[in-house]
């Protein structure tokens, strides 16, 4: 045989024997050898009690933000409006604490309570640096790339412990606090449940979580105002809550009153959370999934008979 035969015969051997190689793209995730994509893990898999508990919390949260809308100038609660967002303040507190030891209770390991711990401090740290300084809140775009990475349920357990933390941190405790923890529950689990978790990366997905990002930040904005707009009702002022009035024109009070307070503030922690996520969220995306690869969450603990015993 030929050199130029045996060259031939040796590259068609290797190609027939040699294992395919795992591939990635920019707009997929990890593919195994088989072709298939990777799942990518999750701190926390909701299970049905999670799930129920989670639903039943939140639709209580709405009725606690949306209360001034929902309540006519004739019922009790117009009635008792000085006391409603403190008496819904309590109920928050008690029931966001139990929809966090309802999802820990279902799959929260040691890992991920370590992961949490980190990130939460992390976010806790980040809030006070823009403080008072029109919009400038970093953390927000860190509670986006986390609770895109590890999923829905961890992502509203640490938007509910990193705001209960920065409150600490901060000193802004107040009938307020709670109002903050649940929104950002719900602003970290939206971007869990963002789609293309497995395959979509690379620039398609920052794009999305900044969409995301600045849209949930106004959304946030927007909610937080609803949990602070009825302790003006003592003001004399044509866009502060009146028990008394219809809700069309505590409507239109109301969104004059986010045009005149918050709307500047909105737009800058949606800028500065869209920023930060085209400029350090490819980064940090890939530190958090590597870390949830070697954390190995879902992984099963087995032990093995010792020898003697498979003897």
């Known amino acids: 045989m030929t050199p130029a035969r045996k060259n031939s015969a040796w590259k068609d051997l290797t190609s ?25 893990a999750r701190a926390v898999r909701l299970g049905p009690r999670s799930l129920l508990a989670l639903a039943l919390v939140s639709a209580v949260g709405a009725v606690a933000f949306c209360w001034p809308f929902l309540a006519p100038p004739t019922s009790q609660v117009s009635a008792h409006a000085k006391d409603a967002p403190w008496l819904f303040a309590g109920l928050l507190v008690l029931l966001v604490a139990v929809v966090a030891a309802t999802i820990s209770e279902s799959g929260l390991g040691p890992k991920a309570v370590a992961m949490l711990g980190v990130l939460a401090a992390t976010g806790a740290a980040l809030r006070p640096i823009g403080a008072g300084t029109a919009g400038i809140e970093p953390m927000f775009f860190l509670m986006v790339l986390s609770g895109r990475v590890l999923g829905p349920g961890f992502g509203f357990v640490l938007g509910s412990v990193t705001m209960f933390a920065s409150a600490l941190l901060t000193g802004g405790v107040g009938p307020w606090m709670p109002f903050q923890m649940l929104a950002m529950g719900w602003f970290a689990m939206g971007a869990g449940l963002l789609p293309g978790p497995d395959r979509l990366r690379g620039r398609t997905e920052r794009a999305l979580l900044a969409a995301y990002g600045f849209l949930a930040a106004f959304a946030y904005g927007t909610v937080m105002n609803l949990a602070g707009w009825p302790f003006m009702q003592e003001n004399a002022s044509n866009i502060a809550f009146d028990p ?12 004059a009153f986010c045009l005149a307070t918050s709307l500047g503030w909105d737009l800058g922690r949606a800028l500065v959370t869209v920023v930060l996520t085209f400029l350090a969220g490819p980064a940090i995306l890939r530190a958090l999934r590597r870390a949830t690869r070697r954390a190995a969450f879902e992984a ?7 020898l003697e015993v498979r003897r």
């Open 244 to 255: 008394d009035a219809a809700v069309p024109a505590n409507l239109a009070r109301f969104l």
């Open 16 to 40: 027939k024997t040699s294992t395919p190689k795992t591939s990635t793209s920019k707009t997929s995730a990890r593919i195994d050898s088989a072709g298939t994509a990777v799942r990518q």
């Open 300 to 306: 099963q603990v087995t032990f093995d008979a010792p």
